[in-house]
């Protein structure tokens, strides 16, 4: 009956140690949620200079969206045509959970 005992401990002791170490490394796979970057610049339609914030998906190369802008009393109500989305272009840096390089049987591969 001891045995029985030591047995049910491990399992209440262990399970949520498993557990926190599978939830951390399913959320690491797990898609990135769009972000917000705010930049100012001088808009391409008024000439003003304007605080934007822009919505950027993962690895996107330019944003998906504009989420405000200071060139409207409502900076959240955007009415636009959006012209400065073609020219805003976002940058990407790895993530620092990820390992910068993979080792293989002849050397290394950056990634």
């Not at 951390?24 to 100012?40: C, E, I, Q, Y």
């Not at 993962?58 to 969206?65: G, T």
């Not at 400065?84 to 840096?93: F, G, K, P, Q, V």
Request: with cysteine.
């Amino acid at each position: 009956m001891d045995w029985l005992l030591k047995i049910a401990v491990a399992v209440v002791v262990l399970t949520p140690i498993v557990l926190f170490f599978l939830l951390v490394a399913l959320a690491h796979l797990m898609p990135s949620p769009p972000v917000v970057a705010r930049t100012s610049f001088p808009c391409p339609v008024t000439r003003r200079r304007v605080t934007v914030a822009f919505l950027t998906a993962e690895q996107a190369s330019h944003p998906v969206d504009i989420v405000s802008c200071s060139a409207f009393p409502n900076p959240e109500r955007v009415r636009c045509a959006k012209a400065c989305l073609e020219s805003a272009s976002t940058l990407w840096t790895p993530s620092p959970m990820t390992a910068r390089y993979a080792l293989l049987a002849e050397g290394e591969a950056y990634r």
